[in-house]
């Protein structure tokens, strides 16, 4: 089966196993909403990143890279602004910059994206963000810090990696509003 554009305007929803049976860039579909994609290959992934800023109506993305790595997400010159649910499933290297300028993100999953202490102080950005989920591997550094005025919102965290390396550090003037804390050790 292949899809077009054409037909399927007002498609709100995709959800699909690489993109090899779209017969037009993803950016023509421009009603959709959410857009889960499985198993991207290096082509589906330039061909996502190029079409991303033309997908106005996007309320959820979640990307799940094949080999394990996302490539650079760096190259999204425009993220979707309207975005409220991030999913991500492979290897990010560094957290891109535009992942502060997503006004409307409350939700934020992250799988074996390796992320250094660095990388979880600029998620402290996401001014909005109220579950945040990092999963096999999504953290890799030894200490978690969270500075005064990070996380504002958050209230779901859900922690799955290996603790007997890791040590949690919060500044005394920080007050994040937690319900709820999932630790899963390794």
Known sequence: MHLKAGSSRCL???WTHGLGFLREPLGNFSKLKKVRIFDMVDEDIRSIYGSIRQLKCLRSLSLHA???????????SSPPLALEKLGLDGKLGKVPSWFGSLPKLTKLDLYYSELNEEGFLKLQELRHLKFLRLCRNAYVGKEMHCIGGGFPLLQHLGLHIYFKRVNWRKDPCHGFNLWRLRLVAN
């Open 12 to 14: 709100p929803t995709l």
């Open 66 to 76: 094949k080999r394990g790595t996302m490539q650079n997400l760096e190259a999204i």
